[in-house]
């Protein structure tokens, strides 16, 4: 606590004001946290008597300023003490014991500080003087920066009980996961909004939206990308093909940067197995052209071919798609039912192949 105390006066002192404006000490509850943990209350009354209260038990004492030497002496009746002034106003008083170094009583106004969080208050106060706003981050610290921050600009980072640390280079997210902030000695050198995608294998990657409006939901190519692990960390991304857990798109990563985003068409087999197809965005099945890579959960498929839930076939080699046939069923004249394998789309041409027919296969030749 003394540590913090100490950081905090040095970086107000020039905003602190005085004892000598009595209003500001008399008739006011103080609140002392003493050394046992516990809350001690005192009241300098006007005439010069000091009120102590503890655990509801009262005990009376008294009190004088001593203007010159910016100090106040209080007589508790077991003890006396000459604090010196450090840091004044309405609802802190920070004063340290004559002849010490950094021994200090820190006291909080009862009616504005109720939680009696002096480091909170203070850091509020030192974010103010300086135009400073707070961050919070990801990993329970907070990073405090100018209210309007640019590139380059000093920022600095606080702990959990709002003490200053060294600021290492790195990347930061912020708590609600919405911003990065990239550091370089000390200064802010780049920061971005976030873009995360849950993936096949229960990874949380992180990285940059694409900024056209269209594309905002895309990764931007070129961007930097990481794992935003359980404990919080950002973790390198190994290079490689990385699919989404909705497997809609395929994100490739080399050298942590974006290198290219491929968008997944998911087809489903009668027997609920999923096949990922890349390709562009809103692609159909009447677009679909050779050449596609095709998987299950990014794996390579081991199939020349497979029948998906809209009776569409894909012909497969090496998972690589080489032809995509429509499979219809018809009713003909004469009570002939047949089954047809079309090409391209699902109309009749030339050299359509009918796969089946009853109550006679092969179906006789005629019209």
């Known amino acids: 606590m003394n540590e913090i105390i100490n950081y905090y006066i040095k970086s107000l002192s020039s905003a602190s004001k005085s004892l000598k404006k009595k209003s500001i000490l008399v008739e006011k509850p103080w609140a002392l946290i003493d050394n046992d943990g516990e ?51 309405e609802n802190v008083m920070i004063l340290k014991i004559d002849g010490t170094g950094n021994e200090f009583y820190a006291m909080a106004n009862e009616n504005t500080i109720p939680d009696y969080d002096i480091p909170k208050y203070l850091y509020s106060i030192n974010c103010k003087i300086f135009a400073m706003r707070s961050i919070p981050l990801l990993n329970s610290k907070t990073l405090q ?54 993936l096949l294998n229960d990874k949380l990657l992180q990285t940059h939206p694409n900024e056209s409006y269209e594309s905002l939901y895309l990764p931007k190519i070129g961007s930097m990308a990481h794992f935003l692990e359980d404990n919080s960390l950002l973790t ?36 609920g197995i999923s096949y990922e197809i890349e390709c562009e965005n809103n692609t159909s099945y009447f677009e679909f052209n050779k050449n596609l890579k095709i ?73």
């Open 39 to 89: 809350i001690q209350k005192l009241i300098f009354r006007k005439d010069k008597g000091l009120v102590l209260s503890k655990n509801g038990v009262v005990t009376e004492g008294s009190w004088e300023y001593y203007p010159d030497a910016r100090s106040l002496f209080i007589d508790r009746g077991t003890d006396k003490l000459l604090l010196n002034e450090q840091y004044i106003d």
């Open 295 to 367: 998987s299950i959960n990014g794996n390579p498929v081991d199939k020349d071919r497979f029948l998906a839930r809209d009776d569409i076939i894909f012909k497969l080699e090496k998972s690589i798609i080489t032809e995509v046939l429509f499979l219809r069923d018809y009713i003909l004249k004469g009570d002939y039912k047949i089954q047809v394998e079309h090409k391209k789309d699902p109309s009749f041409k030339k050299g359509d192949i009918i796969i089946n027919s009853e109550p006679v296969y092969p179906l006789p030749d005629g019209k």
């Open 236 to 271: 390198k991304v190994p290079d490689g093909d990385y699919m989404t857990k909705n497997k809609k798109l395929t994100i490739i990563i080399k050298n942590s940067l974006i290198k290219d985003v491929k968008s997944n068409f998911v087809a489903t087999s009668p027997e």
């Open 145 to 198: 920066i100018p209210n309007s921050p640019e590139i380059d600009s000093k920022i600095s980072l606080i702990d959990e009980e709002y003490m200053p640390q060294d600021l290492s280079d790195g990347v930061y997210i912020t708590e609600d996961k919405s911003e990065t902030i990239y550091i370089e000695n000390g200064k802010i050198k780049n920061h971005k909004k976030n873009l995360f995608f849950k």
